[in-house]
């Protein structure tokens, strides 16, 4: 019997890797993809950045938004926490973005915590865009949620926007409802929710790459 059951565990042990490689071999790749919850969000402009001689566009990149408004000050607190909890663990990834946008004369504020996030690690894909309240709303009011800005701007929601400007998340979360967007001011949200998301979107797009130049190998 423990012959038997020797040889058993032999097999296994040998046809587990060998049907993997011939799963992914294939060519057949079956992931979760993160769900569109709203299309072509936003626009397709490009914006001049705060503190940086440069323009950014939400076009061509994975961006992760936030509305910072004129409460900088406040809201920093709770972008803190999507610093450490998915900013440090993905902003080695080429094309993903993240965009804070802010109100006038927030400039000081922007320095101070983008000077946070550089004692830690590098503050280079973290970008500032500054916008009057109406431009500010309109761009809020394209992402077509059930959510809010507050009396400055402002909301403690961050989203995932993909690069054809889809706003990502989940058509049914646990509770039944469409997630639109994660709470920064919850840093489980971030660990659990947020995280596991942002992971998701990341694989499609490695996928996607690593598919592409396949079938360019096999074009040459």
Same mark, same amino acid.
């Given at each position: 019997? #423990? &012959? #038997?059951?020797? %040889?058993?565990?032999?097999?296994?042990?040998? /046809?587990?890797?060998?049907?993997?490689?011939?799963?992914?071999?294939?060519?057949? =790749?079956?992931?979760?993809?993160?769900?569109? +919850?709203?299309? #072509?969000?936003?626009?397709?402009?490009? =914006?001049?950045? +705060?503190?940086?001689?440069? !323009?950014?566009?939400? @076009?061509?990149? &994975?961006? /992760?938004?936030?509305?910072?408004?004129?409460?900088?000050?406040?809201?920093?607190?709770?972008?803190?926490?999507?610093? @450490?909890?998915? $900013?440090?663990?993905?902003?080695?990834?080429?094309?993903?973005?993240? +965009?804070?946008? *802010?109100?006038?004369?927030?400039?000081?504020? &922007?320095?101070?915590?983008?000077?946070?996030?550089? $004692?830690?690690?590098?503050?280079?894909?973290?970008?500032?865009?500054? !916008?009057?309240?109406?431009?500010?709303?309109?761009?809020?009011?394209?992402?077509?949620?059930?959510?809010? !800005?507050?009396?400055? %701007?402002?909301?403690?929601? *961050?989203?995932?926007?993909?690069?054809?400007?889809?706003?990502?998340?989940?058509? @049914?979360?646990?509770?039944?409802? /469409?997630? =639109?967007?994660?709470?920064?001011?919850? +840093?489980? @949200?971030?660990?659990?929710?947020?995280?596991?998301?942002?992971?998701? &979107?990341?694989?499609? $797009?490695?996928?996607?790459?690593?598919? =592409?130049? #396949?079938?360019?190998?096999?074009?040459?």
């Amino acid at each position: 019997m #423990k &012959i #038997k059951k020797k %040889h058993l565990v032999l097999s296994v042990l040998f /046809i587990l890797p060998l049907f993997a490689y011939m799963f992914f071999a294939s060519g057949v =790749y079956n992931f979760a993809k993160l769900d569109t +919850v709203q299309e #072509k969000v936003l626009n397709s402009k490009s =914006y001049p950045l +705060v503190l940086k001689d440069s !323009l950014i566009t939400f @076009e061509g990149k &994975i961006t /992760i938004l936030s509305f910072l408004g004129s409460d900088v000050k406040t809201k920093k607190a709770f972008a803190f926490n999507l610093k @450490e909890k998915i $900013y440090d663990k993905n902003k080695d990834f080429n094309d993903l973005q993240f +965009v804070s946008l *802010v109100a006038p004369n927030q400039s000081d504020e &922007i320095r101070s915590f983008i000077d946070a996030i550089d $004692y830690t690690s590098e503050a280079d894909k973290w970008f500032f865009v500054e !916008l009057e309240a109406q431009e500010l709303e309109s761009l809020f009011e394209s992402l077509k949620t059930d959510l809010e !800005l507050d009396e400055r %701007h402002s909301t403690a929601s *961050v989203f995932i926007i993909d690069k054809n400007r889809n706003l990502r998340g989940r058509l @049914e979360d646990e509770d039944g409802s /469409i997630r =639109y967007a994660y709470n920064m001011a919850s +840093v489980a @949200e971030l660990s659990d929710e947020m995280k596991d998301d942002v992971n998701i &979107i990341l694989a499609e $797009y490695r996928l996607a790459l690593k598919k =592409y130049n #396949k079938e360019k190998d096999d074009a040459e």
